[in-house]
């Protein structure tokens, strides 16, 4: 009787693995058919896909899970650092190179995917990538001029008159002799010091590399550039990105380099944004300077769903869902979405996005450029806190890229 007793009890627990494998074998077969994982940047570009994704789940009987994450999480997960694996992924301009060379994303043109006329031509020329259509402009993120409207009139500027950095540095010493601060910047991380840089360093000229992708970074157009922004720093100071929106935003200083990820104006708000003209002087020549931000969007390598995953982007990407994004936030690459006079009439500041994204640069297409922020960062901030001379730090900044390119 022991015998048999124990012959049952293997058979039952026999059956019951045998139950809970296939069970385990349905769930996942379900999760690799009907469901999507989508990795997002965490914050307002999260937000506003999960706004549009009622009806796309209702339409497709899909369930979207979202994973949240910070940029340099979101990064890792993207370049397959990270364990999780997804089927959307959120992806940085500045990325697609690097996720190019190793292969971490489809190529959506297989799939159907192509870019109509009405998204903004400028915006997509990171799209492609050695002839592979790999990501689609999602969210407009764009550099542009934020600044507190009462505190400007004070200083006898309208936002018109902002038209060269000569008379941006004028607007901010006036500013700060007032007691305000004038121009305050993203001193936080020598990438962040990078980036806030660049529009200033475009309206003279400049920039980074050459067509080669060299760097260029102690070139006379990037020395007038730096030490006209060590003085217009000078004015204000280096704050992380929450209190510089605050101190902008209270009038306790004039103004900074924004994104419309950060900070959307209403009618009644204190502070705006417009385009930076981008020139250096009144009679100098103008140069596109709005530098793009931009969140893409992508279907992952690791997808176990890649139609559902591009048949995602071609939903998010539809005219009227980019258009009912802008409710919640959201920044269209789209003239049918920037220009409408429906949503001009209610947030009259992304005629302003439009132009910025209309004379926009994307940061290098380069596999480095993490770690040539971090280079040229450093050395910037070394003549920054008057550690050395600024030509000093670019010499030495130049020579250690030229290492890192070569």
């Known amino acids: 009787m022991k015998r048999l007793l124990a012959v049952l009890l ?10 809970c494998n296939s069970t385990l074998s349905k769930d996942k077969k379900k999760l690799q058919t009907s469901d999507l994982v989508l990795a997002l940047r965490e914050g307002t570009y999260a937000e506003v896909v ?9 339409t497709y009987g899909v369930s979207c899970h979202i994973l949240e994450l910070s940029e340099s999480d979101l990064h890792d997960l993207a370049v397959g650092e990270f364990k999780q694996k997804a089927d959307l992924v959120m992806v940085d301009g500045s990325w697609v190179a690097e996720l190019g060379e190793k292969e971490r994303l489809v190529d959506l043109a297989e799939y ?11 915006t997509t020329t ?55 601060n004038g121009f305050v910047y993203r001193g936080d991380t020598d990438s962040n010091i990078v980036v806030d840089f660049l529009p200033i360093l475009l309206s003279y000229g400049g920039w980074v590399v050459d067509y080669d992708n060299r760097p260029i970074v102690n070139s006379y157009e990037f020395r007038n550039a730096f030490n006209y922004y060590l003085r217009l720093i000078d004015t204000g100071e280096a704050l992380d990105k929450e209190s510089l929106i605050a101190s902008v935003d209270s009038g306790d200083s004039l103004m900074a380099i924004g994104w419309p990820g950060w900070y959307m104006p209403s009618n009644t708000s204190s502070a705006d944004y417009g385009p930076l003209e981008g020139r250096a002087s009144a009679d100098d020549a103008v140069y ?16 176990t769903n890649p139609q559902m995953a591009e048949k995602l982007i071609e939903y998010l990407m539809d005219p009227q869902v980019q ?11 789209r003239y049918s979405s920037l220009n409408n006079q429906d ?15 209309e004379s ?12 040539f922020c971090e280079i040229l960062g450093s050395h910037m901030r070394e003549a920054i806190e008057r550690k050395k001379a600024a030509d000093v730090c670019l010499d030495e900044a130049q020579k250690e890229l030229e290492n890192l390119m070569n």
């Not at 999602?138 to 600044?147: C, I």
């Not at 950095?165 to 010493?173: F, G, K, S, T």
């Not at 926009?360 to 770690?371: A, E, F, S, V």
């Open 126 to 180: 990171i799209s492609y990538y050695n002839n592979h259509l790999y990501v689609v402009p999602y969210y407009g993120n764009v550099t542009v001029l934020l600044y507190n409207k009462s505190l400007l009139s004070q200083t006898k500027y309208e936002f018109d008159n902002l038209d060269n950095m000569d008379a941006i540095y004028v607007a901010c010493l006036k500013a700060q002799q007032e007691g305000k």
């Open 360 to 371: 926009g640069q994307y940061r290098p297409l380069i596999t480095q450029w993490n770690d």
């Open 343 to 357: 949503v001009l009439r209610q947030y009259p500041h992304y005629q302003s996005i439009c132009l910025a994204l």
């Open 10 to 19: 293997a058979g039952s627990l026999l059956i019951s693995l045998t139950a």
């Open 112 to 122: 159907g995917y192509t870019l109509d006329t009405d998204i903004i031509p400028a």
């Open 288 to 303: 596109n300077a709005n530098v793009y931000g931009i969140w893409t969007l992508g279907v992952s390598s690791d997808s």
């Open 323 to 333: 258009k009912n994004s802008i409710s919640v936030g959201g920044v269209p690459c």
């Open 50 to 58: 999960k706004h549009d994704l009622g009806e796309f789940e209702d």
